[in-house]
């Protein structure tokens, strides 16, 4: 197989069974969104079941149709913008929406009605009505007017994952302010601010229920090290060896000649490249793992393949060898973190751009665990 992500439900389980022991007294909303992060939505959505989750976030109503389709029965809160066909998705699936206007209460309203969140965007700056008033008067129609069901009252942080920084006390104080005025003569409703940077920060941004994503999927949210916060990463990335060349000084290797060789090597071609989600941002740039070995990616990563530099004497890699572009071999480990500093983004966008051409394997599945 030209290239493969390994994930282990196991820990994503873990993960979260641990999140929600740091936040005992909120329910735990499991963001499966983007096709979970990349590591497959029913999958992780079930594992994250089995780790405590007793709801499932998404952004748009396609995904939560498609949780629907594999029987998941959870809340399901669709968190994104809907134009008017997709809300009428996501009241076929039974899903949560997220309201702002009231436009879209009327839009709602006449689709029949559905429960609904008001969202105020206490700093984000997207989604969301910066006017506490209007947000109040939609909390307040959502109350009384039937069709609509209010169920909760949310936020979403900015800068959480930047730690010592105060934006993120002001926006908590501010959602807080706002929803204690409302539950104050509308109790029962749920409130929920925190992402996973923010649950593992702060207690007092739990609330009702803390809505974790990427910490589910064993990423460090504040982008260091896993480790640090008990998380386990779930995912790995591999491919083989299909080619092992001697190159020549003065040869190269790649689109662009970018690598030229100033010594003779020998030179493996690994079938896997930026229209996997392996980044052009990698191009002599990187590492990847074989035989437990950390060997140089030379050359520009193509849209197929990247090159690697396996030293003199070809550092005893033989072809069909696997490659670990992600994970660990042996003592040695390559994180999301680190990958994501090379390519100056971050872990999430490292896990969710391998694309659907890279098979997907699950471990510690239901039915393996039983």
């Not at 992780?44 to 989750?53: E, F, L």
């Not at 926006?171 to 029962?188: C, H, K, M, N, Y």
């Given at each position: 197989?030209r290239?493969l992500?390994?994930?282990?439900?196991?820990?994503?389980?873990?993960n979260?069974s641990l999140?929600?022991?740091?936040?005992?007294?909120?329910q735990?909303?499991?963001?499966?969104?983007?096709?979970?992060?990349?590591?497959?939505a029913?999958?992780?959505?079930?594992?994250?079941?089995?780790?405590?989750a007793?709801?499932?976030a998404?952004a748009?109503?396609?995904?939560?149709?498609?949780?629907?389709?594999?029987?998941?029965e959870?809340p399901i809160?669709?968190m994104?913008?809907?134009i008017d066909a997709?809300?009428?998705?996501?009241l076929?699936?039974n899903?949560d929406?997220?309201?702002?206007s009231?436009?879209?209460?009327?839009?709602?309203?006449?689709?029949g009605?559905?429960?609904?969140?008001?969202?105020?965007?206490?700093?984000m700056?997207?989604?969301?009505?910066?006017?506490?008033?209007?947000a109040?008067?939609l909390?307040?129609?959502?109350?009384?007017?039937?069709?609509?069901?209010?169920?909760?009252?949310?936020t979403?942080?900015?800068?959480?994952d930047?730690?010592?920084?105060?934006?993120?006390a002001?926006?908590?104080?501010?959602f807080?302010?706002?929803?204690?005025?409302?539950?104050?003569?509308s109790?029962?409703?749920?409130?929920?601010a925190?992402?996973?940077a923010?649950?593992?920060?702060?207690d007092?941004?739990?609330?009702?229920?803390?809505?974790?994503?990427?910490?589910?999927?064993?990423?460090?949210?504040f982008?260091?090290d896993p480790?640090a916060?008990?998380?386990?990463?779930?995912?790995?990335?591999?491919?083989y060896?299909?080619?092992?060349?001697?190159?020549?000084?003065g040869?190269?290797?790649?689109?662009?000649?970018?690598?030229?060789?100033e010594?003779?090597t020998?030179?493996?071609?690994?079938?896997i490249?930026?229209a996997d989600?392996?980044?052009r941002?990698?191009?002599?740039n990187?590492?990847?793992?074989i035989?437990g070995?950390r060997?140089?990616?030379?050359?520009?990563?193509?849209m197929?393949?990247?090159?690697?530099?396996?030293?003199?004497?070809?550092?005893g890699?033989k072809?069909?060898d696997?490659?670990?572009?992600?994970?660990?071999d042996?003592?040695?480990?390559?994180?999301?973190?680190?990958l994501a500093?090379?390519?100056?983004?971050?872990?999430?966008e490292?896990?969710?751009?391998?694309?659907?051409r890279?098979?997907?394997q699950?471990?510690?599945?239901?039915?393996?665990?039983?």
């Amino acid at each position: 197989m030209r290239a493969l992500a390994l994930v282990d439900l196991a820990a994503i389980e873990r993960n979260t069974s641990l999140l929600a022991a740091r936040a005992p007294s909120a329910q735990l909303c499991a963001v499966v969104k983007a096709d979970g992060y990349g590591h497959g939505a029913s999958e992780a959505a079930a594992a994250a079941i089995r780790g405590g989750a007793t709801w499932l976030a998404v952004a748009t109503a396609s995904e939560a149709s498609e949780l629907r389709a594999e029987g998941i029965e959870l809340p399901i809160l669709v968190m994104g913008a809907l134009i008017d066909a997709e809300l009428e998705l996501a009241l076929a699936a039974n899903a949560d929406v997220v309201a702002w206007s009231e436009y879209f209460l009327s839009k709602l309203s006449a689709l029949g009605g559905g429960r609904v969140h008001i969202k105020l965007d206490s700093g984000m700056g997207r989604l969301g009505t910066r006017d506490h008033d209007l947000a109040s008067q939609l909390a307040a129609r959502a109350s009384e007017q039937a069709p609509l069901e209010l169920v909760g009252l949310m936020t979403h942080f900015a800068t959480a994952d930047e730690i010592g920084d105060q934006f993120f006390a002001a926006q908590l104080e501010s959602f807080r302010q706002w929803s204690d005025r409302i539950v104050a003569t509308s109790p029962g409703l749920i409130r929920h601010a925190a992402n996973s940077a923010a649950l593992l920060r702060d207690d007092a941004s739990h609330f009702d229920l803390v809505r974790p994503g990427v910490a589910c999927y064993g990423l460090d949210p504040f982008g260091v090290d896993p480790a640090a916060q008990g998380l386990e990463p779930a995912l790995r990335l591999e491919s083989y060896v299909a080619r092992a060349e001697r190159c020549e000084t003065g040869q190269s290797s790649g689109y662009g000649r970018s690598f030229i060789a100033e010594r003779p090597t020998v030179i493996a071609t690994v079938p896997i490249g930026y229209a996997d989600g392996w980044k052009r941002a990698f191009s002599n740039n990187s590492e990847v793992l074989i035989g437990g070995r950390r060997f140089a990616v030379v050359g520009n990563v193509s849209m197929d393949n990247i090159t690697v530099d396996l030293g003199a004497e070809g550092g005893g890699v033989k072809i069909g060898d696997r490659v670990t572009l992600l994970g660990g071999d042996g003592s040695e480990q390559i994180l999301s973190e680190h990958l994501a500093r090379l390519a100056a983004t971050i872990n999430y966008e490292i896990v969710t751009s391998i694309s659907a051409r890279v098979q997907r394997q699950y471990a510690g599945s239901e039915t393996e665990l039983q």
